[in-house]
């Protein structure tokens, strides 16, 4: 019997940020403290869960990178091999996959950090159309998915959902 290949997704929502109230550009908003405290403590359950990424792709809004950076720091993953790309801040999930597409067939997991809504649209994009709206992502939260297909051939349903990780709630992962 043949084993079928899966190949890993694993998609995070920045962890808190400050208010937009505090800051002239949204696209500047740093983390808060409590913020980087949730940054590092997804990225050691990434680590616990033998997820670690092959490939980290980021928005480089300041407080997604920082996120991405913090994470990288506790899995030993070098920030110098980060994809950083712009058209993450405010994609669309049409935008997220034209992104994922281009990645390497065999790379797998890929840990994609950025923004909503364009993150929750992905999610449910790849889960396919019955499961619109049933996963939220809050800051510090991680979409584990498992997708049948190689990023270049991502489509609606292709993926099943593993776990969803709140930073707030670890320990108390969805399965």
Same mark, same amino acid.
């Given at each position: 019997?043949?084993?079928?290949?899966?190949?890993?997704?694993?998609?995070?929502?920045?962890?808190?940020?400050?208010?937009?109230?505090?800051?002239?550009?949204?696209?500047?908003?740093?983390?808060?403290?409590?913020?980087?405290?949730?940054?590092?403590?997804?990225?050691?359950?990434?680590?616990?869960?033998?997820?670690?990424?092959?490939?980290?792709?980021?928005?480089?809004?300041?407080?997604?990178?920082?996120?991405?950076? &913090?994470?990288? +720091?506790? /899995?030993?993953?070098?920030?110098?091999? =980060? #994809? !950083?790309?712009?058209?993450?801040?405010?994609?669309?999930?049409?935008?997220?996959?034209?992104?994922?597409?281009?990645?390497?067939?065999?790379?797998?997991?890929?840990?994609?950090?950025?923004?909503?809504?364009?993150?929750?649209?992905?999610?449910?994009?790849?889960?396919?159309?019955?499961?619109?709206?049933?996963?939220? &992502?809050?800051? +510090?939260? /991680?979409?584990?998915?498992?997708?049948? =297909? #190689? !990023?270049?051939?991502?489509?609606?349903?292709?993926?099943?959902?593993?776990?969803?990780?709140?930073?707030?709630?670890?320990?108390?992962?969805?399965?």
């Amino acid at each position: 019997m043949t084993e079928t290949m899966h190949w890993e997704l694993l998609l995070l929502r920045h962890a808190t940020a400050v208010s937009s109230f505090d800051v002239a550009s949204d696209y500047k908003r740093a983390l808060t403290a409590h913020g980087e405290i949730e940054a590092e403590s997804i990225a050691r359950w990434v680590y616990a869960e033998q997820v670690a990424p092959d490939k980290v792709i980021s928005s480089p809004a300041q407080r997604a990178k920082q996120t991405t950076e &913090l994470l990288c +720091a506790e /899995l030993g993953f070098p920030t110098r091999h =980060v #994809q !950083w790309v712009d058209g993450i801040y405010e994609a669309s999930c049409e935008d997220l996959v034209k992104i994922l597409t281009t990645c390497d067939a065999e790379i797998s997991p890929i840990l994609l950090v950025g923004h909503n809504p364009g993150l929750e649209q992905l999610v449910d994009y790849l889960l396919g159309s019955d499961c619109y709206g049933r996963v939220r &992502l809050a800051p +510090a939260t /991680l979409a584990h998915l498992s997708l049948t =297909v #190689q !990023w270049p051939y991502l489509s609606a349903g292709v993926a099943d959902l593993r776990r969803v990780v709140r930073a707030d709630r670890l320990g108390r992962a969805t399965r």
